[in-house]
């Protein structure tokens, strides 16, 4: 039984204590937006005597980023305005029937789309519903100034209290990397004794499900580039987004060569007879991957520290394991070829199985990494600096625009040339 190192069991006790406090500082936030919104309503006069909208629309505002919050609350004002909007006219109007229900419900359903309010686009006919139910037009006022405050608390809190979230995406970055070495140590301790198919198998399926991690780092990552969009906070990770994302395209490719590595090991059991890699290959092969593992924890860690630049330390350790990495797959290799020529016919795999090995070290190379990051802006790019410069031609030149006059001269001149040479 091998112990594991003390970091790997206190880093998830860290992530949930992590959580735990995020989770609190969220009900915090919410609890104390909802009461200053309603405290302030009671002070703007034209509300009513219990403005309990602010506190309702400062809840369904605030979101865990500042952008997010920006977009609810504009779509939220749309979806009440137009509601109470279509509701005054139809009540002036008509008055309130089964009929007009319907037609300002039809009414309210069409302008929130036109308005594009998303999926706020039901408060629209819910709002007119409201205010059209009401013996009078008169609260119409007040139920559009509540809104309006509670947005403006949603938009106040979320200015101050949005949090960055790049932190939970380098944890998930980390924790990725730590999740593929941690199949290459099983793999690595199954192949020291002689696996059994169904345990290869097993292997190629863990390696599988792997999959859906990259899927829960994604969303990971998008969290992280919301809240920094628009975040003033924000201005000393310039760049943060690129960082992530990349990192993550780079263990995506990395999973899907485990994925492949994980295949040839599998098909290598498949037949009755002795694994087609021979019993010494399997040792060095198990000495390889424990090496491949620890490099792959190691550039999870490189791949969160991008962010904040200090990736010293981490970049030391994984050259170290990589060198190792690379002395135990060059034995893996010279083992193989000196299988006799009656071993079973397993040399297509054996081939197979170099080919991950070096592509996985060449894709954990610190220079790839080193030379990706020379290309990142200092600063976030602003909207001119996104794309390429533009061409100075681009647009066609207008009919009724006229040319300039050295270049008409020019024309001229070359003109009259001809005409003398004829």
């Known amino acids: 039984m091998t112990l594991q190192p003390v970091s790997a069991i206190t880093e998830p006790l860290k992530v949930v204590r992590r959580k735990a406090q995020s989770k609190a500082a969220l009900v915090a936030r919410l609890t104390t937006t909802a009461t200053a919104s309603y405290l302030i309503a009671l002070l703007v ?11 309702l629309t400062a809840l369904l505002v605030l979101q865990f980023s500042l952008y997010r919050t920006l977009r609810s609350a504009v779509q939220r004002v749309g979806s009440v305005a137009g509601g109470v909007l279509v509701a005054v006219v139809l009540a ?13 419900v039809g009414a309210a359903l069409v302008l929130g789309h036109l308005l ?21 037009g008169m609260n119409a006022a007040d139920r559009v100034l509540e809104t309006l405050i509670g947005a403006a608390a949603g938009l106040a809190a979320g200015l101050v209290f949005s949090p960055l979230r790049v932190q939970p995406a380098e944890e998930a970055i980390e924790e990725l990397g730590r999740d593929l070495g941690g199949l290459l140590d ?31 780092v994604d969303r ?12 003033p906070r924000a201005t000393g990770l310039p760049h943060a987004s690129v960082a992530l994302r990349t990192g993550l395209e ?26 087609a890699f021979g019993r010494a290959a399997q040792d060095e092969l198990a000495r390889t991957l424990e090496d ?74 610190v220079e790839h990494r080193a030379t990706a990051r020379e290309t990142w802006p200092s600063r976030r790019p602003s909207r001119r600096r996104a794309g390429p410069p533009r061409p100075s031609r681009i ?8 040319e300039p006059p050295h270049g008409r001269r020019a024309r001229e001149r070359a003109r009259s040339r001809g005409r003398g040479t004829r």
């Open 250 to 275: 780079a263990l995506e490719h990395v999973w899907m060569t485990l994925r492949g590595l994980a295949r040839s090991v599998a098909d290598s059991t498949r037949g009755p007879e002795d694994p």
């Open 186 to 216: 099983t793999m690595a301790e199954g192949l020291r004794r002689t696996p059994t198919h169904e345990e290869t198998v097993d292997w190629l399926s863990r390696a599988r499900t792997l999959g859906k991690e990259l899927g829960r």
């Open 292 to 365: 491949l593992a620890a490099s792959l924890r190691m550039y999870g860690r490189m791949l969160g520290a991008e962010v904040g630049g200090d990736t010293g330390p981490a970049e030391s350790e994984l050259r170290k394991s990589l060198t190792c990495a690379e002395a135990h797959r060059d034995r893996v290799a010279e083992t193989l070829l000196n299988l006799p020529a009656d071993e079973p016919p397993g040399w297509p795999l054996r081939g197979e199985l170099l080919v991950h090995l070096d592509r996985l070290l060449d894709q954990l190379r």
């Open 92 to 104: 002036w109007a008509l008055g309130f029937t089964w009929w007009s229900l319907g037609l300002a």
């Open 395 to 402: 647009r066609p030149r207008h009919p009724a625009r006229r």
């Open 45 to 55: 006069p034209g509300t009513t005597a219990r403005p309990t909208l602010a506190p």
């Open 116 to 136: 594009r309010l998303g999926e706020h686009v039901l408060e629209a006919p819910i709002s007119a519903m409201l205010i059209l139910s009401l013996p009078t």
């Open 220 to 231: 990971a990552l998008s969290d992280a580039e919301d809240s920094i969009r628009l975040n």
